[in-house]
């Protein structure tokens, strides 16, 4: 049967143009402000800048040392991403393979933690990592990471395992693989599309993760991006013009991680439906 373009089609595209700008909104508040002088933003902001300034980026890149606080976001995240899949995709393949009770229990604990709100634990979280002397430290967040991240990735890959054949492991059990083998070299190539969506949606929480580094990092010099956009707030002045542009810069490496991904999405996306 021909597809017709309909009226009730046409409805449906603009509806979504008109959403789809809606969204768009708020970037052009960013990038637009962020070009123009403070005065001229607080005289009005939703107009074009008169003059582009793009000093405001380079002041905004040396005053918050942009290449230091980079490199410490992008090990934090890099760091973490890489132990909540190692260890959340073994967790995950023990639960769904051995058939016992406190597999289940494990499992639903997990997913119980999910809803605990971050700011009900922040505290007594704080003691017991001074208590363990991980505040300062960058692996002592990362560690922290692993477990916030635990669940929700525990979570996503249980339901993905579920749908691999358990055929596949004894054929390659019978073949002589040992257990460890047959995770790494059988089942976690399968999974690659729930890993990377486990992997963007960490990338995004941690990246631009602010409350936690700020409780646990106080030393200048192991700031993330988030917390050295924040410090061109102070208490009696408010830097827009130089905030805004450290925030177009520190949103444009996860907008190229993003759409070098999108292709992975996709088959993620993709994959999950035929599942």
């Not at 409805?11 to 637009?32: D, H, T």
């Not at 582009?52 to 760091?79: C, E, G, H, P, R």
């Not at 933690?113 to 430290?137: D, E, H």
Request: charged letters at 10%; glycine letters at 6%.
């Amino acid at each position: 049967m021909e597809n017709k373009y309909t009226g009730k089609l046409f409805i449906l595209e603009i509806a979504a143009i008109l959403i789809g700008l809606v969204f768009l909104v708020p970037f052009y508040y960013v990038v637009s402000n962020s070009l123009k002088s403070f005065s001229e933003i607080l005289m009005n902001t939703s107009a074009l800048p008169s003059v582009l300034q793009f000093k405001n980026y380079v002041n905004a890149f040396q005053q918050m040392d942009y290449l230091k606080v980079f490199m410490n976001s992008l090990l934090i995240t890099v760091a973490s991403n890489i132990l909540i899949v190692v260890f959340c995709s073994m967790a995950a393949y023990m639960l769904v393979r051995t058939k016992k009770k406190i597999s289940n229990i494990i499992f639903m604990t997990f997913v119980a933690a999910m809803v605990i709100p971050f700011q009900s634990i922040m505290i007594p979280l704080v003691k017991v990592a001074g208590s363990f002397g991980l505040l300062n430290s960058l692996w002592g967040l990362i560690f922290m990471y692993l477990g916030f991240g635990s669940g929700m990735a525990i979570f996503l890959y249980h339901g993905f395992m579920k749908g691999i054949p358990v055929e596949l492991e004894e054929a390659a059990i019978i073949d002589g693989c040992s257990p460890f083998g047959v995770f790494w070299r059988i089942v976690f190539p399968l999974l690659k599309p729930i890993t990377v969506t486990i992997i963007i949606l960490n990338s995004l929480w941690i990246w631009n993760d602010f409350l936690l580094p700020m409780l646990v990092l106080q030393d200048p010099a192991l700031r993330t991006i988030p917390l050295a956009t924040f410090f061109f707030f102070g208490q009696y002045t408010k830097q827009w013009d130089l905030a805004l542009a450290a925030l177009v810069i520190s949103i444009i490496p996860l907008l190229i991680f993003f759409f070098s991904m999108q292709k992975h999405i996709i088959k993620g996306i993709t994959s999950g439906s035929i599942k």
